[in-house]
């Protein structure tokens, strides 16, 4: 499986983004999907995750309410859907597959995305 994750940028605190991650290979339906972001200095951190088949979605606290996971298996994407953004969510952002079962760890995760930029402006 391969991911692209894109949709990131600038925006002023309070703003919107949504982040898009573009998975290949048919198997990506089988899988669970998570977003992680790390900033400069510091390391990498889950951000949310949702179910292969997009039932359950997990969240750190930090994100909750203001994000929103979900996917869609017919368009092989996962997106997160970033609102109220504030400086504190500057980082570059991953997307990320088959964590095994442990959502919240990154070492679990088998595929990685590239990242993208996002830019909190206060």
């Known amino acids: 499986v391969q991911l692209q994750a894109y949709g990131g940028g600038l925006v002023q605190a309070g703003g919107f983004l949504r982040l898009s991650c573009a998975a290949s290979?048919?198997?990506?339906?089988?899988?669970?999907a998570g977003w992680f972001r790390q900033a400069p200095g510091k390391e990498r951190e889950f951000v949310a995750a949702?179910?292969?088949?997009?039932?359950?979605?997990f969240y750190t606290d930090s994100v909750k309410g203001r994000f929103t996971i979900s996917r869609d298996n017919a368009k092989n994407t996962v997106w997160l859907q970033m609102n109220s953004l504030k400086s504190d969510d500057t980082a570059v952002y991953y997307c990320?597959?088959?964590?095994?079962?442990?959502?919240?760890?990154?070492?679990?995760?088998?595929?990685w995305g590239q990242g993208t930029q996002v830019t909190v402006s206060s």
């Open positions: 990320a597959a088959d964590p095994g079962g442990t959502y919240d760890d990154a070492r679990r995760y088998r595929y």
């Open positions: 290979g048919r198997t990506f339906s089988n899988y669970a």
């Open positions: 949702i179910s292969w088949i997009g039932t359950d979605t």
